[in-house]
């Protein structure tokens, strides 16, 4: 979806000219990290909205969307741990401390590492090596990101946490609208089911 | 190169099939469809952008241009003993990018809201262990004493520095004036409670009012300050007007703004943000590289205004004047 993508590098664009136009306040550089982690976590509770999603609804575009919002996600985290190894001047004995020490950053430094073996096998051909159950069952490792991500943020708030248990919040809704299947579903045929629908 | 073949079930359109696709109403017709997905396109992309902007942008005050002008920008005059000779963080940055949760949460927050701050009329309650307890209106207050200049460092707790050039008088001069008892071995400062004139107290994101202390030998050290200025002119509300304290050797936080009410104790004041998270911000607060918030190192800083970090110091730079006060103390304990 060329759409989506466009739609998801918008805030991006935004955040350089911001930059350039000195419009990130006296502290740029916290300001875009605080920017960009919060479009990562958005970009990925949008990602994991798909799925329940198309099954309320009977839907099918927001699961040809939800790869592109990963790997903007997924994007958006690379872009945000990038600037803090920038703010941090690239310092790897520092930053091997930060994440060693600090559980705020080892949870961070975690949800990013779990989210790249997924944007490694986003495509098709990746699934067919792996196989569908295997695929399906590496993918799994959001869940675990996102829940880090969310955790990571609060963390790094110093004390007004309620954009952080908002976030928590539309989580735990996500993941209830997983398990609870809409009950008309077993009722009706799968929207697939046309017969025989031409290719 | 070879002509591609034609299927046999396309042939080529009759000038017939072809206008009837092409006639406005079809809509089968090419360019409807590719109009149709230019704007689905554009909605989607639209949407997706905007709603990301909206909930995640959070713009600073101010633009470059502005702040690169300081507009009170101050003769030099000599540096004095408790000077830093340092570069001073412009005004603008000085005064849009600041903690005062009383004005909301967000570092652009309290420039913009500080107009509901009235700083006059203002009284100032004096009492606890003091010999003469009273209440005293903050411009008699100021002219109890010659006002001076302090250039000093100013630390927060999340990493970033100033260079804020105070206007105000010592600490230690008004608390010989209101002539301490023997029992006083702390002081406790509590700040303006107003919902009406600090939005942010809607919200209970601190136990509002904001108290901070110190201990008497802090206070009556000659770096401890009390400001009513903030480069050469009256202090912005954002900043704190129309009093505040300056204790430069210790984190941001210890500094509380707006002033009302100044008490004498026995007891080691219940401080405001050790009683919101007292594994994180103790009593003493102390500058100190080697001993990390449980969330981040305080091994370095950004100076606002610089790309890169520097090493934090440790009291903040102040070591030689104020190491004495913490003799004997474990700094990792009396954090």
């Given at each position: 979806m060329p759409a989506v993508v466009t739609g998801g590098l918008l805030p991006a664009a935004v955040l350089v000219l911001d930059a350039l136009s000195g419009a990130l306040g006296a502290n740029p550089i916290q300001r875009a990290t605080q920017q960009t982690g919060l479009l990562a976590l958005v970009l990925l509770l949008l990602s994991l909205a798909c799925t329940p999603l198309r099954r309320w609804t009977g839907w099918t575009w927001p699961a040809r969307v939800r790869k592109s919002l990963g790997l903007l996600a997924f994007g958006y985290a690379a872009l945000h741990f990038l600037i803090y190894l920038f703010d941090h001047g690239f310092a790897p004995v520092q930053m091997t401390e930060d994440v060693l020490e600090r559980p705020f950053i080892t949870v961070g430094f975690t949800a990013l590492l779990l989210l790249v073996p997924l944007a490694l096998t986003s495509t098709p051909r990746a699934v067919r090596r792996l196989g569908f159950a295997r695929w399906t069952g590496l993918h799994r490792l959001v869940y675990v990101s996102v829940w880090l991500a969310t955790l990571h943020y609060y963390w790094g708030v110093k004390k007004d946490h309620t954009p952080p248990l908002m976030a928590a919040a539309v989580l735990a809704l996500l993941f209830l609208a997983r398990w609870w299947r809409p009950r008309q579903r077993a009722a009706r045929p799968l929207p697939t089911d046309r017969g025989s629908a031409s290719p | 190169m070879t002509e591609p073949q034609t299927p046999p079930d396309h042939q080529t359109p009759t000038e017939e099939q072809e206008r009837r696709l092409l006639?406005?109403?079809?809509?089968?017709?090419p360019r409807r469809e590719f109009l149709r997905s230019a704007a689905l396109f554009t909605v989607t992309a639209g949407a997706l952008g905007g709603g990301l902007e909206l909930l995640t942008r959070r713009p600073g005050a101010g633009s470059a241009e502005a702040q690169a002008?300081?507009?009170?920008?101050r003769p030099a005059r000599p540096l004095g003993p408790?000077?830093?000779?340092e570069a001073v963080t412009p005004y603008r940055q000085a005064t849009t990018y600041n903690n005062f949760y009383e004005l909301g949460t967000d570092k652009a927050d309290p420039a913009r809201l500080?107009?509901?701050?009235?700083?006059?009329?203002w009284t100032v309650r004096i009492d606890g262990e003091v010999r003469k307890p009273q209440t005293v209106d903050i411009d008699t207050l100021q002219s109890w004493f010659p006002l001076e200049d302090r250039i000093y460092r100013m630390r927060c707790v999340e990493g970033w520095s100033m260079v804020m050039p105070w206007l105000g008088f010592p600490l230690a001069a008004l608390i010989r004036r209101l002539e301490p008892t023997s029992k006083a071995k702390y002081v406790q400062f509590t700040a303006l409670l107003d919902p009406k004139q600090l939005p942010g107290q809607r919200q209970p994101v601190l136990d509002w009012p904001y108290v901070e202390g110190l201990r008497l030998d802090e206070a009556l050290h000659p770096l401890a300050f009390m400001a009513v200025g903030l480069h050469g002119r009256v202090l912005p509300g954002q900043n704190g007007a129309p009093l505040r304290l300056a204790?430069?050797?210790?984190?941001?936080?210890?500094?509380?703004?707006?002033?009302?009410r100044i008490t004498l104790t026995e007891k080691q004041p219940q401080t405001t943000w050790a009683l919101a998270a007292p594994r994180e911000y103790?009593?003493?607060?102390?500058?100190?590289?080697?001993?990390?918030?449980p969330r981040w190192s305080q091994a370095t800083e950004r100076r606002i205004g610089e790309l890169g970090r520097r090493k934090t110091l440790l009291f903040n730079g102040y070591a030689d004047q104020v190491a004495g006060l913490y003799k004997g103390m474990d700094l990792r304990r009396f954090f």
């Open positions: - | 006639a406005p109403g079809n809509p089968l017709n002008a300081d507009p009170f920008a408790y000077d830093t000779a500080a107009g509901s701050l009235k700083p006059r009329p204790v430069p050797w210790k984190y941001g936080f210890k500094s509380i703004k707006s002033i009302v103790g009593f003493y607060a102390n500058v100190n590289p080697a001993v990390p918030h």
